[in-house]
T-cell receptor, first 114, second 115 residues
Framework: AQSVTQPDIHITVSEGASLELRCNYS??????LFWYVQSPGQGLQLLLK??????LVQGIKGFEAEFKRSQSSFNLRKPSVHWSDAAEYFC????????????FGTGTRLQVTL | KAGVTQTPRYLIKTRGQQVTLSCSPI?????VSWYQQTPGQGLQFLFE???????NKGNFPGRFSGRQFSNSRSEMNVSTLELGDSALYLC??????????????FGPGTRLTVT
């Protein structure tokens, strides 16, 4: 069965520092990968997606992610974090055939210190 | 373009009751998916509707059901509520024209509390 692992439950970074959130997926087929962000009491906002092609994808709010098939990873990065980036981040995977059924990781809560 | 809307935003019900939640997708989107989010289980897929038909289903008991109308609006129903059904219920819409994977756009959710 497909699964997504986000090994870091909670990360604290200083404003202006760089950020990398880890995500590993587990399944044999070609994955479709997503990163979403959720602020307290809110729904999920799509940051970026990887379907095919260039393995480095750019998203909104200055985020980027790199797909590495050999490591089954899709890590999210941001060169300089802003206090407003404090939120919970979810990695998700989908596969052709299961279409809209996304499998989510458990999330990483990001705290930003000033 | 308006986003995904969900009503109501907050709901308090008693064990044994039933509840209906509503979701209006982004205009032009024909696929609507429902997810349950709890602190213990995280985000779990309930089901997906496309063109008024259930196309995908997660591993939830039959107490959880849904439907989709011709205008793509969707409702989900939970019968015989249990305390463990307390959760944030999220609706997501996408183009979903084929069985391929599409980016999904989420609504703000309905917070259901069962007492």
């Amino acid at each position: 069965a497909q699964s997504v692992t986000q090994p870091d439950i909670h990360i604290t970074v200083s404003e202006g520092a760089s950020l990398e959130l880890r995500c590993n997926y587990s399944y044999g087929a070609t994955p479709y990968l997503f990163w979403y962000v959720q602020s307290p009491g809110q729904g999920l906002q799509l940051l970026l997606k990887y379907f095919s092609g260039d393995t480095l994808v750019q998203g909104i709010k200055g985020f980027e992610a790199e797909f590495k098939r050999s490591q089954s990873s899709f890590n999210l990065r941001k060169p300089s974090v802003h206090w407003s980036d404090a939120a919970e981040y979810f990695c998700a995977v989908g596969y052709t055939g299961t279409a809209s059924k996304l499998t989510f990781g458990t999330g990483t809560r990001l705290q930003v210190t000033l | 373009k308006a986003g995904v809307t969900q009503t109501p935003r907050y709901l308090i019900k008693t064990r044994g009751q039933q509840v209906t939640l509503s979701c209006s997708p982004i205009s032009g989107h024909r696929s609507v998916s429902w997810y349950q989010q709890t602190p213990g289980q995280g985000l779990q897929f309930l089901f997906e509707y496309f063109s008024e038909t259930q196309r995908n289903k997660g591993n939830f008991p039959g107490r959880f059901s849904g439907r989709q109308f011709s205008n793509s609006r969707s409702e989900m129903n939970v019968s015989t509520l249990e305390l463990g059904d307390s959760a944030l219920y999220l609706c997501a819409s996408s183009l979903g024209e084929t069985s391929g994977v599409y980016e999904q756009y989420f609504g703000p959710g309905t917070r259901l509390t069962v007492t």
